[in-house]
């Protein structure tokens, strides 16, 4: 069941005849596992919070280093572990 602020936050999406309150429930009980952080990984883990699919998992191997920031938009320059 949605909660009033998630009925809002999607009404856009609800409107969609193809996905409605029922879609919008499955998406929040949906689990997406996403292997790898780089360029594609990334907004896709983007685009599906906003979606507000329920459970993101995220692997990736890599270390977050200045030479890979560029591709990584979930990270920045403070977190990176490289040196500038």
Known sequence: MLTPNERERYDRQIMIGEIG???QE?????????????GLGS??????????IGM????????VTLSNLN?????????SAGKS
């Open 71 to 79: 591709r990584q938009i979930l990270h920045w320059r403070r977190t």
């Open 56 to 63: 993101i998992r995220m692997i990736d191997h890599d270390h």
């Open 43 to 52: 907004p896709a883990a983007i685009y599906l919070t906003a979606a507000g």
């Open 26 to 38: 499955k998406l929040k009980r949906s689990r997406v596992l996403i292997a790898g952080a780089g």
């Open 21 to 23: 309150q029922e879609g």
